[in-house]
């Protein structure tokens, strides 16, 4: 599982995305997580290419058995 954040101020502090519900977006892998990014975040994913530091990020979500 995958959840998507953005850093959307100059504090360093990473907040989850959620969804309509209030809970973080979930993604089954990477790769649905940074399409959803992109599709919410478009200047701040193309950005990263030109500037830093990063702003939009995809993390791995460990499930405890």
Known sequence: ????????????????VKGTDGKPLLFENSEEAHRKLDEMFPVLTRMEK?????????IAILEDD
């Open 50 to 58: 030109y500037v830093g530091p990063k702003r939009v990020r995809a």
């Open 1 to 16: 599982m995958f959840k998507i954040q953005v850093d959307d101020g100059d504090d360093g502090i990473w907040h989850d």
